[in-house]
């Protein structure tokens, strides 16, 4: 193995640092502990007497760690931990490496100290800042790259991962979207909203009955200074969810679920103790609100990995154009909003094609691949994809560009036959366009 350079290669060193590529690092435990929270609680656990031999330096005899970062980061890192110059980085790609395994061992004074490098990248690689800084929690930084972006980004998957939106939030990618479509109008950058903190409550259970029912729960959870006959159990759940979860692990009638925070709770909830029987009636209940709530109803299915049940909810979103913010994106991978907006442009590309030419005398403009249209033609595509790809009766946002067409004249026979035939072309082109395709869902 390789040795580092100064100050990295003194003999009062008390541990060795391995890089990925072979390089050892010997360093100085008291530094690493005054810069890190993670490196704190590491060194400060009682260590065993005598070291296996994979965590031992063979030369020095020191404990050894290794990193899985190459040791141009781990050196860049080390750095900032010890009370030397601030290393130069002049790539973007470096800075962003740095920052993450800042992140990664809870170094924050370096992501601090780097991350003021960020705004000498902005003018060149706006897009690329927004997402690192989004990485690291660096809010004044993506904010400052937000204000140089352009008004379009590119949404394609090659492009979209070359800028490192893979690893943002759909949350962060929506507030980018956002800012960028209110700059037309010169607003200011949206900020996400602290969901509050639940109340407290005790409720009451059979053990025997919860211990069946959730594999998860009792286990971990039970306080040992409780008695037998009375066992308190703290969790995290606000009291209506807990009651609900509790009425889910007795053979009762199903419950009905009135709202998609309740859902949202339930499932989270089941899930966290394993309740089957809860997460399969929160399954059953989500489907009720897709025709009213179909970005959150998206956003949640995402979020639990039900590829059937977003398939559904994108269809009923397909229609729209602006989105408002759903807490739930903070919580799910950018590539999920990604893939809703390619799932859209595809659909909205397909009406095009379906609706004859002399219909389009409408006027739109093009906003990260979407059309956006007047108001009245909105409505009315956003009906006719909607109605097309969920079903039901189409008539009146179908006769919408034929009755443009013929002026609402009174060839009304004209007017439903055509009106028909193109509400049979749209379903038969939109069938088409899957949710499943590579490029999209």
């Not at 950058?189 to 069946?212: E, I, K, Q």
């Not at 306080?223 to 209506?240: C, G, L, M, N, W």
């Not at 609706?355 to 033609?377: I, K, Q, T």
Request: proline residues 6%.
């Amino acid at each position: 193995m390789a040795p580092a350079s100064s100050p990295f290669d003194r003999a009062d060193a008390d541990i060795i640092l391995r890089s990925s590529d072979g390089v050892d690092f010997r360093a100085h435990k008291t530094l690493l502990v005054l810069s890190s929270s993670l490196f704190d609680g590491m060194f400060n656990v009682p260590q065993p007497a005598t070291l296996a031999n994979e965590d031992t330096h063979p030369e020095s005899g020191l404990p050894l760690l290794r990193f899985t970062e190459d040791h141009q980061t781990l050196d860049r890192l080390l750095r900032l931990c010890y009370p030397v110059a601030t290393p130069i980085l002049e790539d973007l790609g470096d800075v962003s490496a740095v920052l993450d395994a800042a992140k990664k061992y809870h170094v924050d004074g370096a992501i601090a100290r780097i991350g003021e490098k960020l705004p000498a990248f902005v003018r060149k690689e706006p897009l690329r800042v927004y997402a690192i800084a989004c990485c690291v929690d660096l809010k004044a930084e993506a904010e400052f790259a937000a204000k140089a972006a352009p008004i379009n980004i590119p949404l394609d998957l090659e492009s979209f991962n070359q800028l490192g939106f893979n690893r943002i939030t759909s949350g962060q990618l929506f507030r980018l979207i956002d800012f960028l479509r209110r700059r037309r109008a010169t607003k200011e950058l949206s900020s996400p909203y602290p969901r509050p903190r639940r109340p407290t409550a005790d409720v009451s259970g059979d053990s025997h009955v919860l211990s069946v029912m959730s594999t998860g729960l009792l286990p971990e959870s039970v306080d040992k200074d409780s008695t037998q006959d009375a066992r308190a159990i703290d969790v995290p759940e606000d009291s209506q969810t807990l009651s609900t979860l509790l009425q889910l692990c007795y053979p009762m009638r199903s419950l009905r679920l009135e709202s998609l925070d309740a859902i949202q709770a339930v499932l989270e909830a089941a899930r966290r103790y394993r309740i089957v029987r809860a997460v399969e009636v929160a399954e059953k209940e989500w489907a009720k609100f897709l025709p009213g709530d179909h970005l959150r109803a998206y956003f949640i299915a995402m979020k639990h990995g039900w590829v059937d049940e977003a398939k559904e909810a994108a269809k009923y979103a397909v229609g729209y154009t602006v989105d408002t913010y759903i807490p739930e994106m903070d919580g799910v991978p950018a590539e999920a909003y990604r893939r809703l907006f390619d799932y859209r442009r595809r659909c909205q590309d397909t009406l095009t094609n379906v609706v004859p030419h002399d219909y389009h005398h409408y006027n739109y403009s093009l906003f990260n691949g979407l059309r956006e249209y007047a108001p009245f033609w909105s409505d009315a595509f956003s009906g006719m994809m909607n109605k097309a790809l969920n079903g039901g009766p189409n008539s009146p946002s179908i006769l919408a560009p034929v009755g443009a067409r013929y002026g609402y004249s009174s060839q009304v026979e004209t007017i439903v036959a055509e009106s028909k035939k193109l509400e049979d072309s749209l379903r038969e082109a939109l069938s088409k366009v899957s949710p499943t395709s590579t490029s999209s869902l």
